[in-house]
């Protein structure tokens, strides 16, 4: 099956810092998707990106299919950024997590 | 629109009991997923249904089945509870054609 990679694995920022969260996966995928899971279990999405560039706010996202990565920006992060960060990539409906990035900002 | 709903929200039961959780998608959105979350597996996929019909099944064992109705509402079922099968149960929709899929809050379960 799909491996998936996240990294880092835990990440502590001063409030107002940029960040940047890398996934990686083992295969080619036509869904992929960013996720904050809230502190009571929900995950909200935040993108929908099998390929290309996106932008919401304070976040932007970029997936090079080609190479198999994507990338989570995080700018001028606020403490209600805290929270864990999963990537979800697959072959359709059928999402494989990676670990997830457990971020911590501090104020 | 209201968001994906599940119940119930939190659960206890005891070892070789069985449970049903029940998961009911956005309006319109004909298929339904189901995952898994615990500590040491992370997020695991259970099963999708579509129009009533399992569409694909993770690596579960035989005891955890699930079933959709004709309003697209699911409901997953696990038999004979182990103590492992202590975790969140999410439950996500997607609109036909569209592979984003949209979360519920969850129903946490723990078995004593």
């Known amino acids: 099956g799909i491996q998936v990679e996240q990294s880092p694995p835990d990440l502590i920022l001063q409030e107002g810092a940029n960040s940047t969260l890398r996934c990686n996966f083992s295969?080619?995928?036509?869904?992929l998707q960013w996720f904050h899971q809230n502190p009571w279990g929900q995950l909200i999405n935040l993108f929908y990106?099998?390929?290309g560039t996106k932008q919401n706010g304070r976040l932007s996202a970029t997936t090079v299919a080609t190479e198999r990565y994507s990338l989570l920006y995080i700018s001028s992060s606020q403490t209600t950024d805290s929270g864990v960060y999963f990537c979800?990539?697959?072959?359709?409906?059928?999402?494989?997590f990676g670990g997830g990035t457990r971020l911590m900002v501090k104020p | 629109k209201a968001g994906v709903t599940q119940t119930p929200r939190y659960l206890i039961k005891t070892r070789g009991q069985q449970v049903t959780l029940s998961c009911s998608p956005i309006s319109g959105h004909r298929s339904v997923s189901w995952y898994q979350q615990t500590p040491g597996q992370g997020l695991q996929f259970l099963f999708e249904y579509f129009s009533e019909t399992q569409r694909n099944k993770g690596n579960f064992p035989g005891r955890f089945s699930g079933r959709q109705f004709s309003n697209s509402r699911s409901e997953m079922n696990v038999s004979t509870l182990e103590l492992g099968d202590s975790a969140l149960y999410l439950c996500?929709?997607?609109?036909?054609?569209?592979?984003?899929?949209?979360f519920g809050p969850g129903t946490r379960l723990t078995v004593t």
């Open positions: 295969d080619s995928v036509n869904n």
């Open positions: 979800a990539v697959g072959a359709g409906n059928m999402l494989t």
């Open positions: 996500a929709s997607s609109l036909h054609g569209s592979y984003e899929q949209y």
């Open positions: 990106i099998p390929s």
